[in-house]
């Protein structure tokens, strides 16, 4: 027997892989040698790819993946691959475009066959053991992959040629446009409201996902233009979504998703990259509205965290599941009979109408995922409450936990510490993003490039993409313009450097492709500007370079400032025909239509307090003494006390000394720099 035949995974850094290490599947990672192998035994690749808390792929590893005489056909006919798509996202990007351009829709777990050089020729998505709602079972597909590959060859190679060379000619750059304006993204911000699901918050019907970056850049667009209509958007959708059950009302962080139009029943995973977007997003509201409830869940946000995602050595984990023990919700939901159980008579029955659980239950077998719709009408009773039922809670089986570090999503949660601390006044969160900032450099930084993943305190081999690089960078500028230490800049300033060297399209300025030019070749070199679940690469850096044109020396500046205006113009085509997929970057683009504008506080004190409470998204705030960095370069003290500039894009104010003075040039929210 060729020793090749047997799985390969428990040796993976990720924890994905490594739950599928003891299938009877001969699963091979990702890479030349997995290719190899197929072409000597002349076999397609069947390529699987998932990710740990995705319910539908731990399905079908169990009714599949864990059966012998399944596991015997696909060992015997392919070479089998298993892709963990959060450590690949490449991968991941390439065979879902081909995904989808096959069957019109995509998701996980993903199932696509191969030829031997990595070219798709058949894709799709789920399949069942058995024959099911008019999908054959998946063994009955992949008999009819191997006859087809093995008595068909002929056209298995002209249909791969031909989704091949649509995959290339899909990923060509955005057209280059004109400069961005204000009335194009307050027609972006009309065209989102449009959509808006105006009885029950969010955008468009179910499965609703929080419109994380959206939310971000239509707050961004309420403080220049003041729009109460804006607000009005924002506070429906942020309020639904925190008193909803996709949020969870007793230990904090949000829910994947909710299934329901009605926030209600959530998919209960829990990932860390949308807990930091929302992060980011409810404390900037909370800075700018001063909303009781916005500060409530920025709060408890921030502690689930740093409580249930923080890793040994300071970093932050990808996700809870969404399944325990094998069954959604398991932990979180409840009964009437339960909270009696728990609380007593009286407290039973007032928490069960204050979380909204009924007899019939709002999830499975009369159960109830708990809702908070209204505030308490005694904080003190709920709190009370609050605190025996976590406490029960903790006692139930809990959700794994994907302990893979994500660069990106890691940077993510650095940006969003980071300012919460400073807007909430949280010096221990912004400790907290320095020490995850530090653990990443240390780890994932390797030979002057960075890594997408490690696993404790080993680093994965794959190489870092664009996301990766642009959302540390993000998360390093926040620390340095929050501490003054130019360690923070110096590491985002070489990050960026990579990033311009070996990310831009050198044919297409301001076109960015989501792999380096050092990475692995695969079918196609992956290139998508639209934001999704996260936000694209493309608009990540481009907020990564904004902001550092406005912190580094007057050369980088210009080199900065130039691929941020160039990658500006090629978002214009997104934010007039999709602006829903274009959330972050219209929160790029409305900082940068300010100027970005900038302030700069020597001295320190009170000035620089008040400088980030009101400073709007996207603002530059650098405090310290008279030329200690090149903000601050050739602004003196006023009167031997401290003074704050301000500045929209080459235009300043004149510098002053009292906190109103500041105040009032921060409010003018109509002006723009054009």
Known sequence: MDPRMRNTLSGSTSPYLRQHADNPVHWQQWGQDAMDWARERNVPILLSIGYSACHWCHVMAHESFENDSIAEIMNTNFVCVKVDREERPDIDAVYMNATVAMTGQGGWPM??????????????????PAPRGGMPSFTQLLEAIADTFTNRRGDVDNAAESIVTELQRASDGVPYGAPIDATLLDGAGR????????????????????????????????????????????????????????????????????????????????MLYDNALLLRFYAHWARRTGSDLATRITEETANFLLRDLRTENGCFASALDADTQGVEGLTYVWTPTQLVDVLGEDDGRWAAALFRVTEEGTFEEGASVLQLLRDPDDWARWQTVSDALRTVRKGRPQPGRDDKVVTAWNGLAITALTEAGLALGKPEWIAAAADCAQALLDLHLVDHRLRRASLGDTVGEPTGVLEDYACLATGLLSLYQATGNATWLDAAQELLGVTVDNFADPAEPGSWFDTADFAEVLVTRPRDPLDGATPSGASSVTEALLTAAALVDSEHSSLYAQAAADSLARARLPLERAPRSAGHWLAVAEASLRGPIQVAVVGGGDLLEVARRLAPGGAVVVGGEPDSSPLLADRPLMDGGPAAYVCRGFVCERPVTDAIGLAAQLNTTSQTAM
């Open 111 to 128: 199932t696509c066959f191969l030829t031997p050089d990595g070219s798709p020729f058949y894709c799709g998505t789920y399949y069942p």
């Open 191 to 270: 065209s989102i409201l449009g959509d808006e699901d105006l009885p029950r918050g969010g955008f468009g019907g179910a499965p609703k996902f929080p419109p994380s970056a959206l939310l971000e850049g239509l707050l961004r667009q309420f403080e220049r233009t003041g729009s109460e209509e804006i607000l009005g958007g924002i506070e429906r959708t942020a309020e639904a979504m925190a008193r909803g059950g996709i949020y969870d009302q007793l230990g904090g962080g949000f829910s994947r998703y909710a299934v329901d139009a009605e926030w209600v029943v959530p998919h209960f995973e829990k």
